[in-house]
Structures are given as structure tokens and as C-alpha cells.
């Protein structure tokens, strides 16, 4: 629990640090791409932190899991545009497509799931 909350608490403080790197991957056409960027942020360490409280750990998770559905297509854009990502392989962008779902099932399992949340 403790690692997946500091994944997505430090990945929201990124996209303040560094928020043109994930401006260029919001689709085209969206509107205000910053301000994206930074409320995709700010969830990312809102649902982190709340993974760290039991009494919100199933409420994080939700909202987690809601964001990375959310921010799916920015990562389709990507794969389907991996000319315009030097940083990124074609291979690697294809790639993060099933991560999200990997992901999604991390954060249900660490949050959602029945399982005994016995570290606090």
C-alpha cells in the first residue's frame, strides 16, 4: 500500500514539476491542456495520500481508479502519435495501454478489494 500511494503521490508532484512533459500528451482539441495536467495532478496526490488513511483508503481507490479511466485516452493519443514523443518508443507507448488496467487492478487490490488492510 505504502509503494502504491507513493507512485501516485509522486507522479501528481511531477505534474507540477514538469507539467509540459504531460501537456504534450493531452489529445489534441482539449481545452485549457495545463489545467488538465494540473487537476490529474493534484488527484494523483490527493487518491495517494487517502491510500494511507483506512477511512478513506476505499474512497482513494475509487477516485484512482476513476483517473486512470480518465486519462486513458491521453495514452491512446500517445501510441497513436509516437512521432511526435521522442522520449518514448513505439513499443513502450503501446506498451502502457494494458499498464493502466494493470494499474486499475493494483489500486483495487491495495484499496478496494475485501482483503485484511492491517498496516495503517
Known sequence: MWLT???????GLNHFISPDFYIQ????????????VFVSGFFEILGGAGLLLQRLRKAAGYGLIALLIAVFPANVHMAMH?????????????AR?????????LVWWVACSKRKHDVE
Open 25 to 36: 500528451m493531452i489529445p489534441d482539441g482539449w481545452p485549457q491542456p495545463r489545467w488538465l
Open 5 to 11: 500511494a507513493g507512485l501516485f503521490i509522486l507522479a
Open 82 to 94: 509516437a512521432d511526435r514523443y521522442d522520449a518514448f518508443s513505439q513499443t513502450g507507448l503501446i
Open 97 to 105: 495501454l494494458p499498464l493502466q488496467a494493470v494499474l486499475i487492478a
